[in-house]
């Protein structure tokens, strides 16, 4: 049954050519990078071991690393999954705050619960208000032909500073001197599987989620139907598919992934819940789901490499007192040289078909 | 001297040899037809003629002196103009500033100013000297296909074209607007101009061409005076052997599947584009709907489908299940846009098969999909209908229209639907899988499914159906047996003449 050798080998050097492309992307951005960094009076070659150090050196580094890893395989998801349906969720930001909101309060007003049992229901909360924020977005694009790229960007503030006046009054922790909750109870906290790091297990269900997604866009008709609304609305609409059904589901289900991104944060690694918490996660999550080609696989490669470059860069300011910025920096390089290496691809596809 | 020589011109793509040494010789003041089926290489010809592509042997001669064209730039320079079948207009403009487009035309040397004024009267010149009707002031959005389509020739001419291609310059136009062009092209071909016209109708090339030139996979199998060619002389060279036209076993009565009654239905601008339509449709039959293109037929079809809703009166078919997945796998449709209805380009040949079955047993539930089953059955349909595909895996994008289309009917045969929509559903396929989709819509209706035949091919309608109607402005112009129509009659009715005034006319 399922797919033949043929299609598995071909299969295979897709991702081996669209691999290596990357790779050589990445090489090059860091070479170009490496003159800057020379520019800007550093020695690249140190910079770039204190790079790789910070990101990778010891465990505790490698733990690091990972956790950073967990939210952006959550954001990165997100923004794959509503794009393989031609939808651009620029809101993974807000419904990342959604999420965290949803599992703090879960986590820190819920009491007397067994601890697997506590977590799943923070979980399915992130995940609840997370598809409500995104499905509103899509409730928008479907009914009423709102543009899904502006609304999202709207709703982005709509979330960041509800989330900011809850932790300053409603749910702040008492007396209320710092914008923050109080901490989660402990049956709501994931397990930390590397002693003396951030990092949970969190990081497994990330991992398992990218492969359930992988599933269901590939295995399931739900995901068929996905994709070809995505491709071809046309074609989906003479198909007898709900085209405006599916764009609701699709943003739903991508602000719930981008919601868990804010829970695991939470329940995983702060334990409280800040104003203004996220790194720009759900920002990245663009980034991350482009350099994955929506893939969700290629996703939890792309979220790992991020947050790489992230954590070594603080090693990195440490060591040389090179600015954290450049590393934002070498970030918008890769990209480019990735988007360059797309076009490169294209291009050989169509003079080979010009036959020049 | 010829005017143009084209000599062993051999060009090869990855895999394929497009052109095996092509000869191909145009006189002064010539219409030369180039004939044959998708994909046997004349667009590839006159590519090369045009500089799009370069030869990789043989070569060009402009009256016996060789040239290389590097680009369309160097072509047109020339004296060589191309009227591609997708025109190259920008629909916001007007018919002036379509023309001169790319071209510097201004007031004065020193004077910057766009020169519209001069430019105008140039075409208006142009306009008169050949017969083109044209009004340069309207915009091109405005234009009816044919008048498009004459700015096109209008925009060689003003290069001052020697050389007119066009590529299968019939296929968008209604049956009057070709005649308009073919008196446009005989006006051409008086006063000194060539023509080279591509073409997949025999009867187009014999009523306009002087000499025809006939490629089969990339070869030159034939250049002919047309005086001297018969119709099926040419369709052998064409295709390498005899071309029949499809037989009809009598039809089988069965019961009416599909009813409407007064039924109205408005199009994309919320304007009337089906209007009072009555017909019934039964099991076992082959109902045609003629018409030029853009007369309610492609509303009429998808209020049938069920994706256009309907403004009022009737629309029953009977036996239909409640629910909307079931009903959209009852009705087959074979869309008129392939491209943008049909297919999912980039998706697997067995993905776009599982588009409508996925999800019901024995292709997987709800929850998994069998891909299994799915590439078997795309497999067998490969085979069972001649698919020029490696297999189940490749890209739909990767396959020609022809062998497009054929995945198309056959998912939409495999769910033996309770209907059949066929609509244009051997447009831009070649002789060879035209007639294969006509043998298969005969035989599945022999087997006793209803099907509905939307076409603007006279010849199509006519060999198939049981019966005709002919739509008008959204509104039946009469319904025939079609044992009982004639080309004549049909072509009248297409043209906004009902029955009634033709049988009046008759019988006076």
Same mark, same amino acid.
């Given at each position: 049954m399922s797919v033949g050798p043929d299609a598995i080998r071909t299969r295979a050097i897709k991702v081996a050519k669209s691999t290596s492309l990357s790779l050589t992307a990445i090489g090059l951005a860091l070479l170009v990078s490496a003159v800057l960094i020379l520019l800007a009076g550093f020695n690249p070659l140190i910079a770039y071991a204190a790079l790789l150090k910070g990101a990778f050196g010891d465990s505790f580094a490698i733990g690091n690393t990972l956790a950073r890893t967990t939210p952006l395989i959550f954001t990165g998801?997100?923004?794959?999954?509503?794009?393989?349906?031609?939808?651009?969720?620029?809101?993974? #930001?807000?419904?990342? !705050?959604?999420?965290?909101?949803?599992?703090?309060?879960?986590?820190?007003?819920? +009491?007397?619960?067994? +601890?697997?049992?506590?977590?799943?229901?923070?979980? &399915?909360?992130?995940?609840?208000?997370?598809?409500?924020?995104?499905?509103?977005?899509?409730?928008?694009?479907?009914?009423?032909? =709102?543009?899904?790229?502006?609304? +999202?960007?709207?709703?982005?503030?709509?979330?960041?500073?509800?989330?900011? !006046?809850?932790?300053?009054?409603?749910?702040? #922790?008492?007396?209320?001197?710092?914008?923050?909750? &109080?901490?989660?109870? +402990?049956? &709501?906290?994931?397990? =930390?599987?590397?002693?003396?790091?951030?990092?949970?297990?969190?990081?497994?269900?990330?991992?398992?989620?990218? =492969?359930f997604i992988a599933y269901l866009l590939w295995r399931t008709p739900f995901g068929l139907r996905l994709r070809t609304v995505g491709r071809s609305e046309g074609a989906a609409r003479f198909a007898g598919i709900p085209v405006n059904r599916f764009m609701f589901g699709a943003m739903s289900i991508s602000g719930g992934l981008a919601g868990l991104a804010g829970t695991v944060e939470i329940i995983g690694s702060q334990y409280r819940l800040l104003d203004f918490f996220s790194p720009g996660y759900g920002f990245d999550g663009i980034a991350v789901a482009f350099l994955g080609r929506s893939d969700p696989i290629g996703v939890i490669f792309a979220a790992f490499l991020f947050a790489a470059l992230r954590i070594g860069a603080n090693q990195m300011q440490r060591t040389t007192g090179l600015p954290t910025s450049l590393v934002l920096v070498i970030q918008g390089t890769v990209i480019l040289f990735i988007l360059g290496a797309g076009i490169l691809q294209w291009y050989r596809q169509r003079q080979q078909e010009k036959g020049a | 001297? *010829?005017?143009?020589?084209?000599?062993?011109?051999?060009?090869?793509?990855?895999? @394929?040899?497009?052109?095996?040494?092509?000869?191909?010789?145009?006189?002064?003041?010539?219409?030369?037809?180039?004939?044959?089926?998708?994909?046997?290489?004349?667009?590839? /010809?006159?590519?090369?003629?045009?500089?799009?592509?370069?030869?990789?042997?043989?070569?060009?001669?402009?009256?016996?002196?060789? @040239?290389?064209?590097?680009?369309? %730039?160097?072509?047109? *320079?020339?004296?060589?103009?191309?009227?591609?079948?997708?025109?190259?207009?920008?629909? %916001?403009?007007?018919? %002036?500033?379509? @023309?001169?487009?790319?071209?510097?035309?201004?007031?004065?040397?020193?004077?910057? /100013?766009?020169?519209?004024?001069?430019?105008?009267?140039?075409?208006?010149?142009?306009?008169?000297?050949?017969?083109?009707?044209?009004?340069?002031?309207?915009?091109?959005?405005? /234009?009816?296909?044919?008048?498009?389509?004459?700015?096109?020739?209008?925009?060689?001419?003003?290069?001052?074209?020697?050389?007119?291609?066009?590529?299968?310059? %019939?296929?968008?136009?209604?049956?009057?607007?070709?005649?308009?062009?073919?008196?446009?092209?005989?006006?051409?071909?008086?006063?000194?101009?060539?023509?080279?016209?591509?073409?997949?109708?025999?009867?187009?090339?014999?009523?306009?061409?002087?000499?025809?030139?006939?490629?089969?996979?990339?070869?030159?199998?034939?250049?002919?005076?047309v005086a001297d060619a018969t119709a099926s002389q040419l369709a052998e060279m064409m295709v390498g052997r005899q071309v029949e036209t499809p037989k009809k076993k009598p039809r089988k009565s069965g019961e009416t599947i599909l009813t409407t009654a007064n039924l109205v239905v408005k199009d994309d601008r919320s304007l009337i584009a089906v209007d009072d339509l009555t017909f019934d449709l039964a099991k076992g039959e082959i109902f045609g709907v003629a018409g030029v293109d853009g007369n309610g037929q492609k509303e009429l079809t998808e209020a049938i489908a069920g994706v256009r809703s309907i403004e009022s009166g009737n629309l029953e078919i009977s036996g239909l299940s409640k629910s909307r997945g079931k009903r959209f796998r009852e009705i087959g449709h074979v869309t008129e846009d392939r491209h943008q209805t049909g297919v999912v380009l980039p998706f697997s040949l067995w993905e776009n098969y599982a588009l409508k079955v996925c999800g019901t047993p024995p292709y997987g539930n709800w929850l998994n999909m069998n891909t299994g089953v799915m590439q078997e059955q795309t497999r067998a349909a490969i085979d069972q209908f001649s698919i020029k595909a490696t297999g189940p895996d490749v890209a739909m994008s990767t396959l020609s229209g022809g062998n497009q289309q054929k995945v198309v009917l056959a998912r939409e045969l495999a769910l033996d639907p309770k209907l059949l929509l066929a609509a244009q559903p051997t447009r831009g396929l070649d002789v060879g899988a035209a007639e294969y989709v006509h043998e298969r819509l005969l035989s599945a209706r022999d087997s006793g499914m209803a099907i509905m035949l939307i076409s603007t091919e006279l010849e199509e309608v006519l060999a198939l159906s049981d019966r005709i109607m002919v739509m008008y402005e959204g509104k039946s112009m009469g319904l025939v047996d079609a044992s009982q129509a004639s080309r004549e009659m049909l072509g009248l009715m297409m043209a906004g003449v009902s029955l009634e005034n033709i049988e009046n006319g008759m019988s006076q």
């Open positions: 998801l997100a923004v794959a999954f509503a794009f393989r349906c031609n939808l651009l969720n620029i809101g993974a #930001e807000g419904q990342l !705050y959604a999420g965290a909101l949803a599992s703090v309060v879960v986590g820190i007003f819920v +009491t007397g619960l067994p +601890t697997p049992l506590h977590i799943m229901l923070a979980i &399915a909360a992130g995940f609840a208000a997370g598809a409500m924020w995104g499905g509103l977005a899509g409730l928008m694009k479907s009914q009423r032909g =709102i543009n899904e790229i502006v609304s +999202t960007i709207m709703l982005n503030f709509v979330a960041i500073f509800f989330v900011s !006046y809850m932790v300053q009054g409603p749910i702040a #922790e008492p007396p209320g001197f710092f914008h923050q909750t &109080a901490q989660v109870a +402990t049956t &709501a906290r994931l397990p =930390i599987i590397a002693p003396k790091s951030d990092l949970s297990i969190g990081i497994l269900i990330a991992v398992g989620c990218a =492969i | 001297m *010829s005017l143009l020589r084209m000599e062993e011109i051999t060009k090869r793509f990855p895999g @394929v040899v497009a052109n095996d040494q092509v000869d191909l010789v145009l006189e002064e003041g010539e219409i030369h037809a180039l004939l044959g089926e998708n994909g046997s290489g004349k667009s590839t /010809l006159m590519n090369m003629l045009y500089g799009i592509y370069r030869p990789d042997a043989g070569r060009i001669l402009l009256r016996d002196k060789e @040239v290389q064209f590097s680009s369309p %730039t160097d072509a047109i *320079s020339a004296g060589i103009g191309m009227v591609h079948q997708h025109f190259m207009l920008v629909p %916001t403009m007007t018919v %002036t500033e379509n @023309v001169i487009l790319g071209l510097k035309e201004q007031k004065g040397r020193w004077n910057p /100013l766009l020169d519209t004024r001069g430019a105008e009267k140039r075409i208006n010149a142009l306009a008169e000297q050949y017969g083109l009707d044209i009004e340069p002031n309207a915009r091109v959005w405005q /234009l009816p296909v044919g008048a498009q389509q004459r700015v096109e020739i209008l925009k060689s001419l003003y290069r001052n074209a020697e050389i007119l291609v066009l590529d299968e310059p %019939t296929a968008v136009l209604a049956p009057k607007e070709v005649e308009h062009l073919i008196e446009v092209l005989r006006n051409l071909a008086r006063s000194g101009k060539s023509i080279i016209f591509i073409s997949h109708k025999l009867n187009e090339v014999i009523q306009l061409a002087d000499r025809v030139s006939v490629l089969r996979n990339g070869v030159l199998s034939g250049q002919v005076d």
